[in-house]
C-alpha cells in the first residue's frame, strides 16, 4: 500500500516538473519571438506576445518593461506609466527601464516624478551619473519654461486625418506632405495598400493656403498612377524646385517615427522636369545595417543635410545624428558628422536649412519633454549658438519635422501632441512677435566640465565635453594655391573611409584616439596621386598641395629572346612615388604604363621559366612617341635541371616597403642568392581560347545589380557576363564561336548609342557554357539547353553536366525599403514556388526552382504570358539549404532531346486554323543536313495551338521534341532543306507571337544552333 503511493506521488511529481519545464521553455520561445517583432518595429505584434508570456509569468521584468515600450512607441504614453512602474519594481541592476520610464513621463508633462526617476538612475553607477544628472536638470528646465509665454503660436492643419499626417516640405509656393490617409484613392489602387499591421501605406500629397482662412487645402496626390510609390518621404525640394531629395521608410501608422531599431530608412536624389521624378539615384551612403533619412537640401539643392543613425560615426556609437554632404562634379562627397555642439549622444533629427539657419528637433538637448525643435546659428567653420523655440512650438511630446518661412512668418512641423486629429499631425506655426530674442540655450555638458546655472540664461555650448567629434580638415590646393574640388581622398590606411574633398578643397575628418603614424593618398584625373605621410594624426589641421599629372600612357611588350613569341602572364614592376606599382601582360604580350615623359625608371620583368630582367627606362625621348622597346627574356635553363633562386621577400604588409598592388607577391634579386637545382619550368600555356566577345564596359568597380542593370537589355545578342582581368570588373557579352558573328552582333549592339564604344576581344579561359551555338563542340543529341535572353544560359552545344547549377526565375529586382506583396505574385503558384532573395543591396523576387535549364524556360514563357514581362532566367547554387524547400523536382542530370524520326503522316500544316499539329518522334538518327526552327518548349505539347501561326505564310510544319529527363517537349517547325529557307521562315515567325525563336541544324545527329 505504501509502495503503490509513493509510486503514486513520484509520477505526480514527475508530470507536474514535466509540464513546468514545458511551460517554461514556451515562455522563452515567446520572449524570444516578441523581441524579435519588437526589433522589426512590428510593436503591435509585439505586444500581443509579450502579453502572452505575462499571462504565464506575471512578475516577467522584460516582458513588463516591453510592453511599456510598445505603449510608449505606439504614441500612447499615458498607457505606458502603470507597465513602467511595475517593470521598474522588478528591474534588474544594471537595466535602464528607469531611464524609459522619467521619459514617458516628461512627455505626460509630471516633471516632478520623472526628475525623481532620472536621480533614482543616476545613482545606480558611474555609467548612468551623467546621462541621468542630465535629464534630472532638464525637467528642472521644461517646469521653468512651459510657464513661458510662447512666442510661437500652433494651430492643427483642418486636412489633418485620423491616420498619420507628417513631414511638411516647401515646394515654392506650395507645401508637399506624407499622409496614411485612405480617404482619397487612386483611381489605378495598387492591390496591396496596406501593411502586414492592416495600415494604410504613406503616401506623398501637395496642397497650398486657402488665403481667405490662411490653412491648408484638401491636398491631391503629389506623383501620377504610374509613378507613384508608398512610403516615400519625407522630401525636400531646391529652392526653384528644380531638384529633390527624399527617403522611403517603413513607417507603421500609430507608431513612432523615431526608434532604436527596426527603423528603415533611405535617401534618394532626383531631379523634377514638368513635376516628374527623373534620373533617381540612390544617395551613395545609404547603408543595409543602418537608417539614412530625413533630407534638407539647401536652397540651390548642392548640401545635403540628413540624420543617420550609422553606429560606425554616431556620436556614443547609438542614436541619430545630423551629417552634411556636399555635390562635387555631380558626386555627393561623403557625409561629414556636424559634430558638437549640436549633435549629441540623444536623437538629432529632421533638419531643415533656410540658407541662413539650422533647424532641427533633439531628444537631448534641453527642452519640455519627447523631441523639441531647435535653432543653430551656424558660423562659417561652426556651430556658434542653439536655441529652443520655447512653448507654443513645443511640447511635452514629439515636435519634429519643422519648416518655417521667415518672409510670410510662416511654417509647419509635425507633432503628436493632444488636440490633433490623429496620431501625427501637420501644425501650423506662426510667430507672434517677430521682434522677439530668444537667448542662446545651456544644455547643461556634463557637470565635470561645466557647472549647473540657470538654464534660462544666455550661454553657447563648450565643445570639449566628452561627447564631442572634434574636426579637422584637410586642404588640398592645386600648385597656384588655388582649392582643388572633388579629390578623392583615401584614408584606408589610417583606418578610415574613403571620401572627396568639397567646393572649397576641403575634407573633413574627425581625430582619432590615438596617435597614428600612416598614410593618406590623394587622387583626381588631371593631376599627380599624391602619398601624404600622417604623424601625430588628428591633432592638427593638413595643407596639401597636388601638381598636374605629366604622365602619359606607354605600351610595351615581352617576348620571348629565342622565339620572339609574346610572353603571357609577365609581371611587369617599377616603383613611383614610394608606390610598388604591378602590370602584367595580356596574351599578346603587351603591357601599358603610366609613365612621365624624360623621367628615368628603374623597371623589372619577370615570368616563370625566365630570368629576372632589370632596366632603365626613360619614355618620352621621340616626340609623340608612345611605345616602349620590347623587352627580351632568356629561359632560366637549357637543360633539364638548372638553379633558380628560392631567397623570399618577407610579407609586404609587414615590411617597412609600401605593399604590391592587387595581392601579387614580388621576388627582388638579391646579391647573393641562394641556388638550388629543381626541374626545368616551362612558361604557362595561354588559357584556352573560347571564341570572340563584345567587351562593353571595364571599371575598376565592383559589378552588382545596380550598375549591370543598364547592360540587360543586350540579353537577347547573347550571354552577358563579367570577368575580372587587369586589375578591372569588366562587362562582355558573347561568346561568339566565329569572329564574323562577332561582329555582326556588334553592329546590332552599336544602334543603341550607349554603348558606342563597344569592341570585339578574344575570349580565352572562361566558362564554355558561355559559348554560343555548336561550332566549338558538336553533341550527340538534339538541341537541349539553348540561350534565349538570358545572361546565365546553358548553350546547346554545351550541355552543362554541372550538378552544382540549378536555376530560377527572376521576376523583378526592388529596393529593400520598398513594401512587396507577395500576394501580387500569387498567380504563378502553379508554375513554381515563389521566394525572394537579397543580393547586392537589392530584394529580387523569384520563382524555382528547376533541376535543368529547360523546365526554367518554359517557367519563363509562362511568366512572361501572365505579364510578368521583364522575367529572366538565373542561376542558383543547388547547395544552398536554403533553396532545398522550392525544388520544383529532383536535380537531375541536365536534360536533352530525342532526335525525331522523318516527318510521319501525323505532321500536319496549317490548312485549318487550330489544326493538330502533333507528330511522331523516335529516338533513331537520320542522315543529311537539316534545319528546324525552335520556337518554344511546353510541359504539356497539346497545349500548342498551331493555329497561332495560320497567316504567317510559312512553310515548315509542327513536330514536338520530348528533351530526355524532363517533363519538357520542345515544340519545332521544320524540316527545311536549306538554311535560307529557314531563316525566311524564322523572321515570319519571331513577328508572330515568338520573339525567341532560334535556328539549328541537324547534320548526321548533332545538332547545333547557328542563329
Not at 525643435?373 to 562659417?380: T, Y
Not at 641556388?675 to 575598376?700: M, W
Request: glycine share 8%; proline share 5%; net charge neutral.
Amino acid at each position: 500500500m505504501n509502495t503503490t503511493s509513493r509510486a503514486g506521488w513520484l509520477v505526480l511529481a514527475f508530470l507536474c516538473a514535466a509540464n513546468w519545464l514545458l511551460a517554461q521553455t514556451s515562455t522563452t520561445e515567446d520572449l524570444q519571438r516578441a523581441d524579435k517583432q519588437f526589433d522589426l518595429y512590428a510593436y503591435n505584434l509585439a505586444l500581443k506576445t509579450y502579453s502572452q508570456v505575462l499571462e504565464k509569468d506575471p512578475n516577467n521584468a522584460h516582458a513588463l518593461a516591453r510592453v511599456a515600450d510598445c505603449y510608449f512607441q505606439l504614441n500612447k504614453p499615458e498607457e505606458s506609466l502603470s507597465w513602467y512602474a511595475r517593470a521598474v519594481q522588478l528591474r534588474r541592476p544594471d537595466s535602464d527601464v528607469q531611464m524609459r520610464y522619467g521619459k514617458a513621463l516628461m512627455m505626460k508633462g509630471d516633471y516632478a516624478l520623472a526628475k525623481r526617476q532620472f536621480l533614482e538612475y543616476a545613482a545606480m553607477n558611474n555609467e548612468t551619473q551623467e546621462p541621468g544628472r542630465h535629464y534630472a536638470d532638464m525637467c528642472d528646465y521644461a517646469e521653468k519654461t512651459a510657464k513661458q509665454a510662447p512666442l510661437f503660436v500652433a494651430r492643427n492643419e483642418p486636412l489633418n486625418t485620423a491616420a498619420a499626417d507628417f513631414g511638411p516640405s516647401f515646394l515654392i509656393n506650395r507645401v508637399v506632405y506624407s499622409s496614411a490617409r485612405t480617404d482619397i484613392v487612386r483611381k489605378a489602387q495598387s492591390q496591396s495598400a496596406s501593411d502586414w499591421s492592416g495600415s494604410a501605406y504613406n503616401q506623398l500629397f501637395i496642397t497650398q493656403r486657402n488665403p481667405e482662412n490662411n490653412y491648408l487645402q484638401k491636398p491631391t496626390f503629389l506623383r501620377n498612377d504610374l509613378q507613384n510609390t508608398y512610403n516615400e518621404g519625407p522630401v525636400s525640394y531646391s529652392a526653384d524646385g528644380k531638384r529633390v531629395a527624399f527617403c522611403r521608410n517603413n513607417f507603421i501608422n500609430g507608431t513612432r517615427q523615431i526608434a532604436e531599431k527596426g527603423v528603415n530608412m533611405s535617401l534618394y536624389t532626383a531631379d523634377v522636369v514638368n513635376g516628374e521624378w527623373v534620373n533617381v539615384k540612390a544617395f551613395p551612403y545609404n547603408g543595409s545595417d543602418y537608417a539614412t533619412g530625413f533630407p534638407s537640401l539647401s536652397p540651390n539643392g548642392t548640401t545635403l543635410i540628413f540624420a543617420s543613425n550609422n553606429p560606425s560615426s554616431t556620436t556614443g556609437g547609438k542614436g541619430w545624428d545630423l551629417y552634411v554632404s556636399n555635390l562635387v562634379n555631380g558626386e555627393w562627397s561623403t557625409p561629414r558628422n556636424l559634430g558638437a555642439p549640436l549633435n549629441s549622444p540623444g536623437n538629432e533629427v529632421t533638419p531643415y536649412y533656410d540658407g541662413k539657419d539650422l533647424y532641427f528637433s533633439s531628444d537631448w538637448h534641453s527642452g519640455l519633454g519627447g523631441l523639441d525643435v531647435f535653432r543653430a546659428e551656424l558660423g562659417k567653420d561652426a556651430i556658434s549658438n542653439i536655441y529652443h523655440l520655447g512653448p507654443g512650438i513645443n511640447s511635452s511630446f514629439d515636435d519634429y519635422g519643422f519648416i518655417y518661412n521667415t518672409e510670410q512668418n510662416i511654417g509647419y512641423m509635425t507633432s503628436n501632441r493632444p488636440g490633433g486629429r490623429g496620431n501625427e499631425d501637420i501644425w501650423q506655426v506662426i510667430n507672434q512677435n517677430t521682434a522677439a530674442i530668444i537667448a542662446p540655450l545651456n544644455t547643461t555638458p556634463p557637470r565635470s566640465i561645466a557647472a549647473a546655472e540657470s538654464a534660462l540664461s544666455p550661454q553657447t555650448y563648450s565643445t570639449t565635453n566628452d561627447f564631442s567629434i572634434k574636426n579637422y580638415v584637410l586642404y588640398v590646393y592645386d600648385n597656384y594655391g588655388k582649392p582643388l574640388p572633388g579629390v578623392l581622398v583615401d584614408f584606408s590606411e589610417c583606418n578610415r573611409e574613403r571620401g572627396q574633398t568639397d567646393l572649397d578643397g576641403k575634407y573633413y575628418f574627425s581625430a582619432l584616439t590615438k596617435p597614428v603614424d600612416c598614410v593618406i593618398e590623394l587622387s583626381k584625373s588631371g593631376y599627380e596621386t599624391t602619398r601624404v605621410d600622417v604623424r601625430e594624426f588628428g591633432a592638427h589641421n593638413i595643407s596639401v598641395a597636388v601638381g598636374i599629372d605629366k604622365r602619359q600612357e606607354f605600351v610595351g611588350r615581352v617576348v620571348d629572346s629565342r622565339t620572339r613569341q609574346p610572353l603571357y602572364g609577365a609581371i611587369v614592376e617599377f616603383k613611383d612615388a614610394g608606390k610598388i606599382i604591378q602590370t602584367s601582360t595580356d596574351v599578346n604580350g603587351q603591357y601599358a604604363l603610366m609613365l612621365t615623359p624624360l623621367n628615368t625608371y628603374d623597371i623589372e620583368y619577370s615570368s616563370d621559366g625566365y630570368k629576372v630582367a632589370k632596366l632603365k627606362v626613360r619614355p618620352g625621348t621621340v616626340a609623340n612617341n608612345y611605345t616602349l622597346d620590347d623587352v627580351l627574356l632568356e629561359q632560366a635553363f637549357t637543360g633539364s635541371y638548372s638553379s633558380r633562386s628560392t631567397t623570399s621577400q618577407p610579407n609586404n604588409l609587414i615590411a617597412d616597403a609600401a605593399p604590391a598592388q592587387y595581392g601579387i607577391t614580388t621576388v627582388p634579386s638579391t646579391s647573393k642568392p641562394t641556388t638550388t637545382l629543381i626541374p626545368v619550368q616551362q612558361p604557362d600555356p595561354l588559357p584556352e581560347f573560347n571564341g570572340y566577345s563584345i567587351q562593353l564596359a571595364a571599371t575598376p568597380e565592383s559589378l552588382t545589380g545596380a550598375n549591370t542593370q543598364k547592360y540587360e537589355s543586350l540579353a537577347t545578342h547573347g550571354n552577358l557576363y563579367a570577368k575580372s582581368e587587369d586589375n578591372l570588373n569588366k562587362v562582355r557579352l558573347g561568346i561568339y564561336p566565329t569572329k564574323e558573328e562577332a561582329v555582326s552582333k556588334l553592329k546590332e549592339v552599336n544602334k543603341d548609342s550607349r554603348y558606342k564604344g563597344a569592341f570585339i576581344v578574344e575570349e580565352r579561359g572562361a566558362d564554355k557554357s558561355l559559348v554560343i551555338g555548336g561550332a566549338a563542340a558538336p553533341v550527340a543529341a538534339a538541341p537541349a539547353q539553348y540561350s534565349t535572353n538570358t545572361a546565365k544560359s546553358v548553350p546547346a552545344s554545351t550541355a552543362s553536366t554541372n550538378s552544382d547549377i540549378i536555376y530560377a526565375v527572376q521576376l523583378g529586382s526592388f529596393s529593400p525599403d520598398n513594401p512587396i506583396s507577395i500576394s501580387d505574385y500569387a498567380s504563378l503558384s502553379d508554375v513554381g514556388n515563389v521566394y525572394s532573395k537579397s543580393k547586392n543591396g537589392s530584394l529580387k523576387m523569384r520563382l524555382g526552382v528547376w533541376p535543368n535549364y529547360a523546365d526554367a524556360e518554359a517557367a519563363q514563357a509562362e511568366a512572361v504570358k501572365r505579364g510578368f514581362s521583364d522575367a529572366i532566367i538565373v542561376t542558383e547554387k543547388s547547395s544552398d539549404e536554403s533553396l532545398k524547400p522550392f525544388v520544383v523536382a529532383p536535380i537531375a542530370a541536365p536534360a536533352t532531346y530525342s532526335t525525331p524520326v522523318e516527318p510521319t503522316a501525323s505532321r500536319s500544316k496549317w490548312e485549318n486554323k487550330g489544326a493538330a499539329t502533333t507528330t511522331t518522334t523516335a529516338s533513331t538518327q537520320t542522315s543529311g543536313t537539316k534545319y528546324y526552327i525552335r520556337l518554344c518548349a511546353l510541359s504539356d505539347p497539346a497545349r500548342f495551338d498551331g493555329g497561332v501561326l495560320e497567316g504567317a505564310g510559312v512553310d515548315g510544319s509542327i513536330e514536338k521534341w520530348p528533351i530526355k529527363n524532363s517533363s519538357m517537349t520542345a515544340i519545332m517547325l521544320g524540316a527545311y532543306t536549306t538554311s535560307a529557307g529557314a531563316e525566311s521562315d524564322w523572321a515570319k515567325v519571331r513577328n508572330n507571337g515568338f520573339p525567341d525563336a532560334y535556328i539549328v541544324k541537324q547534320q548526321d545527329g548533332d545538332v547545333s544552333r547557328i542563329k
